[in-house]
């Protein structure tokens, strides 16, 4: 049977939390057998937005160390990423926000943009909603891959995870079209097809403090007061969302069905220590569903506003361009021509944003529509 751990943790006291960490480690069978001597690990954090650890967002920076150093002791190379939120302010880091760039820094461990080295194409074997996902690079290179998410409630998956700690993977306009198709069993799916690429090994969840309500950003602080870990993110989605009360999510529903996991409570072994099921209360029991307005409608009325009122694009402010078309050559989709200023091809356009990172002088620019900036 899969295994399945939890050990309580109250605070994220480090000595508390490595001491947690570690014996969940261990009782879902250790990182020995997937972790080898040298290995470039990368370990998946939820950086979800540039908050400070108190707010219950992304993965907390003690969590990260705790695994970094089991890692290390391993003799292996763990590297800590996700892709930041593009839309943050000029000098902000959501790595440096989020407390764990200081961490990285103290242990010495590389901590990464996804956007920063891109994305490739990758082939989806027997696809359900997408046939081909643009995978972050760094992702793709990584020996092993453990995943590090933060334990919350989501407005259109009612629960967010392991799992869905994936998504963060693909580019910024990737994911806008899986947000656009709407319905929770469909995102599921496309959830689905970016799992089977990337297949980490393990997973540890942060679930000390989380999150309730209009999660994954809005909702109230949530103590869940546990550490949990397994080799199976399925399986750990599938405990830990039947904890706070949801049964049969899509999003492990879907994994299951595929062959990626085990949902399946009967075939799963929860060892550890003994959590009493969680209740969320929420005024309507439809806010564990959605809350997003969007999903409501019917998908013609969603793809029209998402391809003219809801917009993200790179944008070229000529007064600075310098047309040295480093933007042109690093684009991954080949969107980007110059005229002599830099013009994009929108509809080949997958919004990855590395134009923006790469740019020396500042040139490319995020535009959004007054309806982005309201969604985002």
């Known amino acids: 049977m899969t295994k399945v751990s939890i050990v309580k943790c109250q605070n994220y006291d480090y000595v508390k939390v490595k001491a947690a960490v570690d014996k969940s480690i261990a ?12 290995d470039r690990v990368l370990l998946k954090v939820n950086l979800l937005k540039a908050a400070k650890p108190g707010h219950a967002i992304t993965t907390h920076p003690s969590i990260v160390k705790a695994v970094c150093e089991q890692v290390l002791d391993l003799g292996a190379i763990p590297i800590v990423g996700d892709a930041q939120n593009i839309q943050m302010d000029k000098g902000m880091s959501s790595l440096d926000v989020c407390g764990i760039k200081a961490v990285c820094d103290e242990l010495k461990v590389k901590a990464i943009d996804f956007k920063d080295n891109g ?27 453990i995943a590090l998410p933060k334990m919350k409630t989501h407005m259109l998956t009612s629960y967010t995870g392991a799992v869905k700690n994936f998504f963060g993977c693909i580019p910024f306009g990737e994911r806008m079209k899986a947000h656009v198709l709407g319905k929770d ?93 969680f209740t969320i209360k929420m005024p309507n029991q439809n806010m564990r569903k959605s809350q997003n307005i969007v999903a409501l409608l019917p998908k013609s009325i969603r793809e029209y506003i998402a391809k003219t009122l809801l917009i993200f694009e790179p944008r070229v402010d ?26 994009f091809d929108r509809e080949r356009c997958i919004k990855c944003f590395c134009c923006h990172e790469l740019c020396p002088d500042g040139a490319i620019y995020t535009h959004k529509s007054w309806l982005a900036k309201q969604w985002r």
């Open 27 to 38: 009782l879902a069978g250790g990182l020995k057998k997937t972790v080898k001597k040298g």
């Open 318 to 343: 000529e007064s600075k361009c310098k047309k040295c078309a480093i933007c042109k050559n690093a684009c991954p989709v080949k969107a980007i021509s110059m005229d002599p200023y830099p013009v």
């Open 119 to 145: 994305f490739r194409k990758v082939k989806v074997s027997k696809p359900v909603q997408m046939k081909n996902i643009w995978i972050a690079k760094d992702v793709l290179s990584a020996d092993t891959i």
């Open 185 to 277: 069993e469909m995102f599921a799916e496309v959830l689905s097809d970016i799992y089977s690429v990337i297949k980490p090994s393990f997973c540890v969840m942060d679930g000390i403090i989380g999150m309730e309500g209009d999660g994954p950003t809005h909702g109230p602080k949530r103590r869940y007061n546990m550490i949990a870990a397994s080799t199976d993110c399925v399986s750990l989605d599938a405990v830990c969302s039947n904890l706070m009360g949801f049964k049969n999510l899509n999003t492990v529903v879907a994994a299951e069905k595929r062959g990626l996991g085990v949902a399946d409570l009967n075939k799963i072994q929860i060892i550890g220590d003994k959590i009493a099921p």
